[in-house]
């Protein structure tokens, strides 16, 4: 017997991968199949009765394989575009006029891509929604705070069809995206601004510009192979960017840091297994000191009221999550130094520190951020050796505390979506001593993502991450900081740190 009608009751098995129903007599399926079957990486549905493709199959953004063949369909509708992951789709047997035959003729992938970019860009997302610290005590906060962004605004150089295949290739480029990502930058007022991917060229010749156009100062730090290069092959390495509002702070002082540079004066204490991870890897990190203007006011007790900003891009690859870690206790120590150096009269220097870290909430290198520390036996070492840093642990001395976490109790979902990777990756950290975070800018739900190309970047979201707000405040009473001390080992490697400021 043949089925000629699908009991949506199929659509409570969530968990399915694969479903056949070839051989039968199908007209098409529950909506509710496509809705809830999200899981379905092979579908099959030749030798039926089917007259059109349903358009809600976009659903399906696991699929990899669809077997359509011998049915009456005439036109594959546009919605398959959507489906990035499709390897095989099997079309024999049908009677199609759309789309042109050329395109059928060269398979699977051409068909999709076809399909993509015909794809309408829809309705723009609902506006994000900001969260308010449940457990404020505002009676000890300054009456003025700054909003702090932080977004990796994903570099020209990186952006490729094949990579990021489930986006348009009209909403690729960066002329369509520039302009977006700076609205996306400026429509939510912020003061402190800390950018990551941005290209040399692209921050002489857009950022910095629309930025001062709009009373923004700021400072760029290329990554560190830069330097190897004559001027015209250097204009496409990306780097980190830091912009403040003119009004509201004057730079006293600017902070470029290397960490191939900082690896190398610690030789001796890393050892050269270590050294031959870290020296192949080019990334930094930029710092500036600010003076605040006018009213706003982070420590008034201090003899000279500043804060210090550090913005970061750490290595991106999994295979190095002992690279990630190491980069940021060179970081960490570095901005322990300038905290010292800066302070006023033994007044703690409030600190932020940005960035992408490229990693995530179960990291040695978040799990040093947030606790001070990590021991050398954590598996993201997979025993590799750096030398004392492997014997004594990873650690540092300063009270970091993460806006989103502090205020939500939890990192986001995710900062970054792509077509093989979700997950929390961004992070803005204060100095819990100094600063109180009182709200963030949720992140977008995973459906408002989902329901335009499956992933990101889109045409509205025009880069692989969300850009992370926090609103900070100083505390009219600093107290001492909490953070576990340094071993006597550690301190001394960390005392012979020096400026690497260019």
Same mark, same amino acid.
């Given at each position: 017997m043949k089925l000629v009608a699908l009991s949506p009751s199929v659509s409570h098995y969530t968990h399915l991968t694969e479903l056949y129903l070839q051989s039968n007599s199908l007209s098409r399926l529950p909506v509710e199949l496509f809705q809830n079957c999200v899981q379905l990486r092979i579908l099959d549905l030749s030798i039926n009765q089917f007259t059109w493709l349903q358009p809600e199959i976009c659903h399906l953004l696991q699929l990899i394989e669809l077997n359509i063949s011998w049915n009456q369909i005439h036109e594959l509708p546009v919605e398959i575009g959507k489906l990035f992951r499709l390897k095989k789709l099997h079309i024999d047997g049908l009677p199609l006029s759309k789309p042109p035959q050329d395109i059928l003729a060269k398979g699977c992938k051409s068909i999709v891509r076809y399909y993509k970019d015909r794809l309408q860009a829809g309705d723009p997302p609902p506006p994000r929604v900001w969260v308010s610290n449940a457990h404020s005590e505002k009676s000890n906060l300054q009456a003025e705070g700054v909003r702090v962004l932080c977004y990796n605004v994903l570099a020209e150089s990186y952006t490729t069809a094949e990579r990021f295949n489930y986006c348009q290739s009209w909403a690729l480029p960066w002329e369509y995206r520039k302009h977006r990502i700076l609205k996306d930058i400026l429509q939510c007022e912020p003061d402190i601004v800390c950018l990551q991917e941005v290209e040399a060229e692209q921050y002489t010749i857009f950022f910095q510009i629309e930025m001062m156009n709009r009373g923004y100062d700021s400072k760029f730090h290329a990554k560190s192979r830069a330097r190897t290069m004559d001027e015209y092959s250097s204009r496409t390495v990306d780097g980190c960017v830091i912009c403040w509002k003119q009004d509201l702070f004057d730079c006293i002082a600017v902070e470029s840091v290397e960490y191939q540079s900082l690896a190398l004066k610690k030789h001796d204490v890393i050892g050269q297994a270590g050294m031959n991870r870290l020296l192949t890897k080019d990334n930094i990190a930029l710092g500036v000191i600010l003076r605040p203007k006018g009213t706003l006011v982070f420590n008034p007790r201090a003899e000279e009221d500043k804060i210090m900003v550090?913005?970061? =891009?750490?290595?991106?690859?999994?295979?190095? $999550?002992?690279?990630?870690?190491? &980069?940021? &206790?060179?970081?960490?120590?570095? *901005?322990? !130094?300038?905290?010292?150096? =800066?302070? +006023?009269? #033994?007044?703690? %220097?409030? @600190?932020?520190? $940005? #960035?992408?870290?490229?990693?995530?909430? +179960? +990291?040695?290198? !978040?799990?040093?951020? /947030?606790?001070?520390? *990590?021991?050398?036996?954590?598996?993201?070492?997979? =025993? =590799?050796? !750096?030398?004392?840093?492997?014997?004594?642990?990873?650690?540092?001395?300063?009270?970091?505390? /993460?806006?989103?976490?502090?205020?939500?109790?939890?990192?986001? +979902?995710? @900062?970054?979506?792509?077509?093989?990777? *979700? #997950?929390? %990756?961004? !992070?803005?950290w204060y100095s819990d001593s100094t600063l109180s975070a009182e709200r963030i800018l949720q992140v977008p739900s995973e459906d408002v993502v989902i329901g335009h190309n499956g992933a990101l970047p889109n045409p509205f979201m025009c880069s692989d991450h969300v850009p992370i707000i926090a609103d900070l405040y100083g505390k009219l009473t600093p107290r001492p900081s909490q953070s576990r001390p340094a071993t006597e080992d550690r301190k001394d490697t960390t005392g012979r740190a020096r400026s690497n400021k260019r």
């Open positions: 550090i913005n970061t =891009h750490i290595h991106w690859d999994p295979a190095f $999550c002992d690279v990630k870690a190491m &980069q940021v &206790q060179m970081l960490l120590e570095r *901005v322990e !130094y300038l905290r010292k150096t =800066h302070s +006023s009269r #033994g007044a703690a %220097l409030p @600190t932020i520190v $940005c #960035g992408d870290f490229n990693s995530i909430p +179960s +990291s040695a290198a !978040y799990e040093l951020l /947030s606790a001070g520390n *990590v021991a050398g036996a954590h598996e993201d070492f997979a =025993h =590799h050796d !750096y030398g004392q840093y492997i014997k004594n642990g990873l650690n540092h001395k300063l009270d970091l505390k /993460s806006a989103y976490k502090e205020i939500a109790s939890e990192e986001p +979902s995710f @900062t970054n979506y792509t077509g093989d990777f *979700v #997950g929390a %990756l961004d !992070y803005i």
